[in-house]
Nanobody, 120 residues
């Protein structure tokens, strides 16, 4: 498995979840990684990214509530999601790509996602 996301589930609004993604060495080493999500009936959207040197970047909707981190020893990234809202509902995917002039450029592989359902 090249990219495997886990940790999704059902949570009430205001609650927290922590997502994890493990990546193959080829997709992890020297790469930026990111979380995307696809809400029901909508297009996939960027949530957060972390560069190879652990610099984070967040979508406006995630700022102040989500925290992305990477564990280089485990070839893994995590997304701590707090103060969840119903609009955070969706399938969350991780992605391996690049950071160019501060912007995340996704690669082609999103792997299998994990479903997050936030109930209001």
């Amino acid at each position: 498995v090249q990219l495997q996301a886990s940790g999704g589930g059902w949570v009430q609004a205001g609650g927290s979840l922590r997502l994890s993604c493990t990546a193959s060495r080829r997709l992890f080493n020297g790469q930026s990684l990111a979380w995307y999500r696809q809400p029901p009936g909508k297009e996939r959207e960027f949530v957060a990214s972390v560069s190879y040197d652990s610099r984070p970047k967040y979508a406006d909707s995630a700022k102040g509530r989500f925290t992305i981190s990477r564990d280089n020893a485990a070839n893994a990234i995590s997304l701590q999601m707090d103060s969840l809202k119903s609009e955070d509902t969706g399938v969350y995917y991780c992605n391996s790509g690049r950071t160019v002039y501060g912007s995340y450029i996704p690669g082609p592989n999103y792997g299998q996602g994990t479903l997050v359902t936030v109930s209001s």
